[in-house]
C-alpha cells in the first residue's frame, strides 16, 4: 500500500492549497481516508476524515468553514482544499487510509505547508 501527498508549499496568510493524497494497492472506497498534521512541538491533530462513500465529513473545530475534504474514488485519491489559511495552520499534513474490515491502516510520507507573509 502506498499513499502519496503532494500539493504543500508556502503561502501567505489568507491564501489556499489543495492537497492531494493518491493511493494504491488497496480498495479505496473501503477505507476511511483522513488529513492529519503535526506542527513543531505540537502533537499529532486530526483535521479531517471522510467515509468510503464520501459522506459525513469530519472537521476539526479549528478548520471548520476553511478546510473541505473530498475523495474520487475512481481516481484514488483524496483532497484537502484549504483556504484561508493561518499561520498556525503550519505544519507537516499527513494522509491516512484506515479499514476495520481489512484491518488496514497506512501512512503517507507526509507535505509540508507553511503559512508565512
Known amino acids: 500500500v502506498q499513499l502519496v501527498e503532494s500539493g504543500g508549499g508556502l503561502v501567505q496568510p489568507g491564501g489556499s492549497l489543495r492537497l492531494s493524497c493518491a493511493a494504491s494497492g488497496l480498495i479505496f472506497s473501503s477505507y476511511y481516508m483522513s488529513w492529519y498534521r503535526r506542527a513543531p512541538g505540537k502533537e499529532r491533530e486530526l483535521v479531517a476524515g471522510?467515509?468510503?462513500?464520501?459522506?459525513?465529513?469530519f472537521y476539526a473545530d479549528s478548520v471548520q468553514g476553511r478546510f473541505t475534504i473530498s475523495r474520487d474514488n475512481a481516481m484514488n485519491t483524496v483532497y484537502l482544499q484549504m483556504n484561508s489559511l493561518k499561520p498556525e495552520d503550519t505544519a507537516e499534513y499527513y494522509c491516512?487510509?484506515?479499514?476495520?474490515?481489512?484491518?488496514?491502516?497506512?501512512w503517507g510520507q507526509g507535505t509540508q505547508v507553511t503559512v508565512s507573509s
Open positions: 471522510i467515509s468510503g462513500a464520501g459522506r459525513n465529513p
Open positions: 491516512n487510509a484506515h479499514s476495520d474490515y481489512f484491518k488496514g491502516y497506512y
